[in-house]
């Protein structure tokens, strides 16, 4: 079974607008939580590390005011896309380490119309 | 991380032959391997791991070879079947908790 869940699995929104993102990890506590995003036919590239209880660590040019990062609990992180816009448009996926082992929630694709 | 934005190159193999994927990692110092099984529209999911002290590692119809020499990395499935269909993905991971993606190849069962 998942032990890593990703809530919504797609989500289509107005430019302009807000999107969140959860990632949440079952059964087991993670201090640290992973943010991918991915282009069709492309490799998972690494948005932003999100740390419990502080700052995420952004990636170079992700910027971090668009994509907010909240790890307000040992099982629970989120993504905020603000102010979406079309080019936002992708497949976004979080991870979570267990036992050195990382486990990915099933993905959100996002679409900015 | 240093592979992204590749595009993905594909291997087909007819059902019931092996295959092997191959994957380069860059960092001397990454000391664990995982091969990851992506299918379409799902998040990566865990296959096979393998430490930088050991050099096989066989699951259930799957091994892991590592050539630490050349940074190279192979995944073998025997006798693949249609639900092998995916994409995979190597990564490799060094002191921290993060890992790095390799580029990905997919991988085409043909009846």
């Known amino acids: 079974g998942a032990v890593v869940s990703q809530h919504p699995s797609w989500v289509i929104c107005k430019s302009g607008t807000s999107v969140k993102i959860e990632c949440r990890s079952l059964?087991?506590?993670?201090?640290?939580m992973f943010w991918y995003r991915q282009f069709p036919k492309q490799s998972l590239m690494l948005m932003a590390t999100?740390?419990?209880?502080?700052?995420?660590?952004?990636e170079q040019g992700v910027e971090k005011d668009k994509f907010l990062i909240n790890h307000a609990s040992l099982t629970l992180s989120t993504l905020t896309v603000t102010s979406a816009h079309p080019e936002d448009s992708s497949f976004y996926i979080c991870?979570?380490?267990?036992?050195?082992?990382?486990?990915f929630g099933q993905g959100t694709r996002l679409t900015v119309v | 991380g240093e592979n992204v934005g590749l595009h993905l190159p594909t291997l087909s193999v007819q059902e019931g032959d092996n295959s092997i994927i191959n994957c380069a990692y860059s960092?001397?110092?990454?000391?664990?391997f995982i091969w990851y099984k992506q299918e379409s529209g799902k998040g990566p999911q865990f296959i096979i791991d393998?430490?930088?002290?050991?050099d096989k590692r066989q699951g259930q119809r799957v091994t892991v070879l590592l050539n630490k020499t050349v940074k190279h990395l192979s995944l073998q499935i025997a006798a693949t079947q249609p639900g092998d269909s995916a994409v995979y993905f190597c990564?490799?991971?060094?002191?921290?908790?993060?890992?790095?993606f390799g580029p990905g190849t997919r991988l085409s069962v043909l009846p």
């Open positions: 991870s979570a380490p267990r036992r050195q082992v990382a486990f």
């Open positions: 059964d087991f506590q993670a201090t640290t």
């Open positions: 999100s740390n419990e209880g502080s700052k995420a660590t952004y």
């Open positions: 960092n001397s110092a990454s000391d664990y």
């Open positions: 393998i430490r930088s002290n050991m």
């Open positions: 990564a490799e991971k060094d002191y921290g908790q993060n890992f790095v």
